[in-house]
């Protein structure tokens, strides 16, 4: 057993449950058939005032057994045998704490009432650009009424992509959408990129130039706004806020620029 192997090998041990003391005694055990408790302190260094409790806590964790000898010996069961009976046990854990949080949040859920966005605390959050995918497509996932976007045409053809069963179940649901993005007259628009659009809840208007704001509205209630209009769906952090007066300023200009863009025929 190299000191690198041992070295991961305790790395390992540890972050599947074992602490580091015992994941060293446990490696000095399977590098031997069996030890004594004075072979195992001289081998691991660990002093014998610990080694009787951490070898008790190693039986119980059923990966060290005695051998009832005089004197007593230990030995350990096989590397191989450890890892896969503690990964199933942090397996098994992950899993436990799983059904926990699924169900403290349906209950979460079940006895949260709507609060009024006069009485939820005014935030204003910078997203990092690795977070604002997911984050927009929660924020189309739990709108109930309507969705405002104004878009660059390069974020409008990878969103449409990207978002499209979002869309698509938020439009089926009632959800109305409006959209105002950058397409000069000679580009065209695939119908791939407008198969979420074929709902009559949602309508698209388009700019001859690149939008010098990029954000997005949803049920007046959050907004996000693009830091960086000129960069990549994903390359640019974004400002989310739920404050009332930066809605409503955003919701102004996007009702300002609505009737001055031009029609789109699908």
């Not at 896969?84 to 926990?100: A, C, D, G, I, M």
Request: net charge positive.
């Amino acid at each position: 057993m190299t000191s690198g192997f041992f070295d991961e090998a305790i790395q390992t041990l540890h972050d599947l449950g074992l602490t580091i003391v015992q994941a060293k005694v446990y490696l000095t055990l399977a590098k031997s058939e069996s030890l004594t408790i004075a072979g195992i302190a001289d081998l691991s260094k660990v002093p014998r005032t610990d080694l009787y409790r951490v070898i008790k806590e190693l039986e119980e964790e059923g990966i060290v057994e005695r051998i009832l000898a005089h004197p007593v010996q230990f030995k350990s069961i096989p590397i191989a045998e450890c890892f896969l009976l503690l990964l199933q046990r942090r397996t098994e854990k992950t899993n436990q704490y799983r059904s926990r949080a699924i169900k403290l949040l349906q209950d979460n859920r079940s006895q949260s009432s709507y609060i009024s966005n006069e009485t939820k605390d005014n935030r204003f959050i910078l997203v990092p650009s690795s977070r604002v995918v997911d984050r927009i497509a929660k924020a189309i996932d739990s709108a109930q009424r309507e969705i405002d976007l104004i878009l660059s045409g390069s974020r409008f053809s990878r969103g449409a992509f990207i978002y499209l069963e979002n869309m698509k179940k938020a439009l089926a649901r009632g959800v109305k959408c409006r959209i105002v993005f950058e397409k000069a007259e000679k580009d065209s628009i695939s119908p791939q990129q407008l198969q979420f659009l074929k709902s009559r809840n949602c309508q698209m208007k388009f700019i001859n130039r690149f939008p010098q704001t990029v954000l997005g509205i949803y049920d007046n209630q959050e907004v996000f706004i693009i830091e960086n209009p000129a960069a990549e769906l994903a390359a640019s952090p974004a400002l989310w806020s739920n404050n009332a007066s930066l809605i409503a300023l955003a919701k102004d200009f996007f009702e300002t620029l609505w009737p001055t863009s031009g029609e789109i025929t699908i």
